[in-house]
């Protein structure tokens, strides 16, 4: 049987031409826009191409020179089938374009098989030489000039995407800010609160008034490394991160980790595995900072690993550069996000639903900014973090291995502050 193409956005001509041709024993395929005619066309290689003028993403003109820039439709017939007649601009343009025919609605239902045929069989439409060359230059300038106008439109959207975006930054920063100053008079007077005679007492006696009092402050810990993280990735997407470079214990620094998460460890039965000695003593790095990035990666770690889980630290070192790994036995990341991952307010696990307010709960907490921040704390200081996971599979634990390269002596830039 043979194939044929019709590319047009009118509904009825797209029925009424595959039914008047399916009864002559031609398929037709339909494409309601140019881009997705186009992309049929290149899977199928119809016989024939009707193509409608006015489209609402591409001209008929510019699907024809798009076919015949490829070597399949070099003796493909492209007809036009339009309601504009060959007294428009258009025509001459199409034919300089490489159109083979010109077929005028309304469609002629007893007529149009006989047309086809007849443009299957070989028949082309008859243009002189002048025509012909007066039609391919004004397409040429057509196009450039269409061209020209699409990228004035793109650079004005690129500016105010740009602008969008600084405003973005600034309103993230201001807002931060505007939590942090509550939350640091809410944290002094929970602290006054729970020294008061009183309520220490009733605290001392009655298990529910502690644990409320844990839960207040647990609260307010967690709103505050959540305004922090936020402050963090500021800086870091607007380029304002200062590091206070200084000799650096990082075996003191990994221990410390380490042991932030005991509790959670316990209660999920999960190990971590580490040679503290593997990590050098000293370098020069920004403590603080740093620490940051093991607290992200080990929690990172410790959420998408299932409970009895492992979690292994390793390191390597010369006396130029410090590489570190942190491998998880859990659930894996798909290839396809390993480049995203580092992205601010980019989770992970994909599952919006197992979201929680624990950092260390299975597939849980965190708002997609931990990662991020380690990436612009490591790149502050002249090192790299990647990801190797061959996929994400929560039944098979693939798991997941983050690698940082720093050096030991950071290279100077004036981000660094020298202690």
Known sequence: MTTILYIDDDPNSLR??????????????TAERGLAGIDLARRHV??????????????????????????RFAAVPIVAL?????????????????L??????????????GQVKAYLEGARDAVDSAALASGQKRYAGDVVGRLEQRIRELEGVNRELRHLDHMK???????????RTPLTVLYGYSRLFEQFPGIKSLAAADGQVRDLLKGMDDAIARMQRVVQEIVTVSRIMTDQIDLALAPTNLRALVEKAVRSFDAALALRRLTIRYDVNDFPAAIKADGDLLYLVLINLLSNAIKYTPDGGRVTLNAQHTQDTLVFTVTDTGIGIDP???GRIFEP????????????????????????????????IIEAHGGQISVASPGH???????????????INPPYTQRIKQV
Not at 105 to 111: F, G, L, R
């Open 393 to 407: 599979d929560p039944e098979a634990l693939p798991g997941s291995t983050f690698t940082v390269t720093l050096p």
């Open 82 to 98: 339009t309601a504009q007649g060959r007294d428009s601009r258009e025509w001459e343009m199409a034919f300089g374009a490489g």
């Open 46 to 71: 119809p016989a024939l191409v009707l193509v409608d003028i006015n489209l609402p993403d591409l001209t008929g003109v510019d699907i024809t020179a798009a076919l015949r820039a490829d070597e």
């Open 345 to 376: 307010f980019h989770t992970t696990a994909g599952d919006v639903s197992r979201h929680s307010t624990s950092k260390t709960a299975y597939q849980g907490g965190g708002i997609g900014l931990g990662l991020a921040i380690c990436k612009g």
């Open 16 to 29: 009424l031409v595959q039914r008047t041709l399916s009864a002559e024993g031609i398929e037709v395929l």
């Open 336 to 338: 396809a996000q390993h």
């Open 100 to 113: 083979s025919g010109y077929i005028v609605k309304p469609i002629d239902v007893e007529a149009l098989p």
């Open 169 to 179: 930054d600034v309103f993230i920063e201001i807002t931060a800010h505007e939590l």
